[in-house]
């Protein structure tokens, strides 16, 4: 059973958490502020970052704390708070791809896309872009993207329908974000792979927990959808497959981890079987890449 106390001394790392001011993130954010690291909260509101920050101040945490604005709803900004943390650190060791939304009304992006698509995915692929120049030069960098057990309830991606074009189904749009996210995380391992770069890409999913994060779902229909599973994690726990991703010596790149409970839907970290066609299909991540290099101008890695 690993917990964040298997954490090895995180002293002198280098960690972005997107959206550490809350739920899972701020779990994650802890575990590496109490291991040592210098963490940054990526959060789009300054007051709800310091709040954060004073909470995990008061566990006594040895590493260091500080705030970055990331509004991963506009790649300018997301462009913004790369160039700005560029400036002030000479490495990244880990990059936390854990900012996201759910179901929300339908609602875009300041570029016009689909909003949980544009947060969720292609805010964090610009991010990582951007942030690339700091991951190669830091030996063994680490960027671990979260998805979501969704990701196996969509059969693809209509690349038609990232602006709203058709209509809304939030479910939907959640899962297609969610797809997204892990293969992101596949292809950039590929990627890295054929550079023979020592950055490891890999992915992680919490499972079933209760956060922030379903706050647009209306309580009756939450309640009934949490009462069909026999357990429900809460933000600590949820937040451990991806700690694991992000510390573990035996992680490889290229994998996907999740809860080891029935159906992952709670547990401790263990690679993941969660898996569909979409998920393996190559062409379909070459796609999404290509796409996302258009859209945001970033071409990476090199």
């Known amino acids: 059973?690993?917990?964040?106390?298997?954490?090895?001394?995180?002293?002198?790392?280098?960690?972005?958490?997107?959206?550490?001011?809350?739920?899972?993130?701020?779990e994650i954010a802890l575990a590496f502020y109490e291991a040592g690291a210098n963490v940054t909260i990526a959060c789009r509101n300054k007051d709800k970052a310091e709040d954060a920050i004073n909470k995990m101040k008061s566990s006594g945490g040895k590493g260091t704390l500080e705030i970055g604005i990331l509004d991963l709803t506009n790649l300018n900004a997301v462009k913004i708070f790369a160039d700005d943390f560029k400036s002030k650190h000479q490495k990244l060791d880990i990059l936390i791809n854990n900012a996201g939304v759910m179901m929300p009304?339908?609602?875009?992006?300041?570029?016009?896309?689909?909003?949980?698509?544009?947060?969720?995915?292609?805010?964090?692929?610009?991010?990582?872009?951007?942030?690339?120049?700091?991951?190669?030069?830091?030996?063994?960098?680490?960027?671990?993207?979260?998805?979501?057990?969704?990701?196996?309830?969509?059969?693809?991606?209509?690349?038609?329908?990232?602006?709203?074009?058709?209509?809304?189904?939030?479910?939907r749009e959640y899962g297609v974000s969610k797809?997204?996210?892990?293969?992101?995380?596949?292809?950039?391992?590929?990627?890295?792979?054929?550079?023979?770069?020592?950055?490891?890409?890999?992915?992680?999913?919490?499972?079933?927990?209760?956060?922030?994060l379903q706050r647009h779902i209306p309580s009756e229909i939450l309640e009934t959808a949490f009462a069909e599973f026999k357990e429900v994690s809460q933000p600590w726990q949820g937040a451990l497959p991806s700690l694991f991703a992000a510390t573990?010596?035996?992680?490889?790149?290229?994998?996907?981890?999740?809860?080891?409970?029935?159906?992952?839907?709670?547990g401790y970290p263990t690679l993941s079987k969660h898996t569909s066609k979409a998920m393996e299909d190559e062409e379909?991540?070459?796609?999404?890449?290509?796409?996302?290099?258009?859209?945001?101008?970033?071409?990476?890695?090199y």
């Not at 991540?285 to 290509?290: E, F, N, P, Q, R």
């Open 1 to 26: 059973m690993w917990t964040k106390e298997n954490i090895t001394d995180q002293s002198g790392k280098t960690v972005i958490v997107t959206g550490a001011n809350t739920g899972i993130g701020f």
């Open 105 to 171: 009304p339908a609602t875009t992006t300041v570029d016009g896309f689909e909003l949980q698509f544009g947060v969720n995915f292609l805010g964090h692929f610009a991010l990582t872009a951007h942030l690339f120049p700091l991951l190669k030069k830091t030996p063994n960098a680490r960027v671990m993207t979260l998805s979501s057990g969704a990701a196996t309830l969509v059969d693809g991606i209509v690349f038609e329908n990232l602006k709203l074009e058709k209509p809304y189904d939030a479910q």
């Open 179 to 212: 797809l997204a996210n892990v293969l992101f995380a596949f292809e950039l391992h590929k990627k890295l792979k054929a550079l023979n770069s020592t950055i490891i890409s890999v992915a992680a999913h919490p499972g079933v927990v209760y956060t922030d």
């Open 248 to 266: 573990e010596s035996t992680v490889k790149s290229g994998e996907f981890y999740g809860p080891d409970g029935e159906k992952e839907y709670t």
């Open 284 to 301: 379909l991540s070459v796609k999404l890449w290509a796409f996302s290099e258009e859209i945001t101008g970033l071409q990476f890695p």
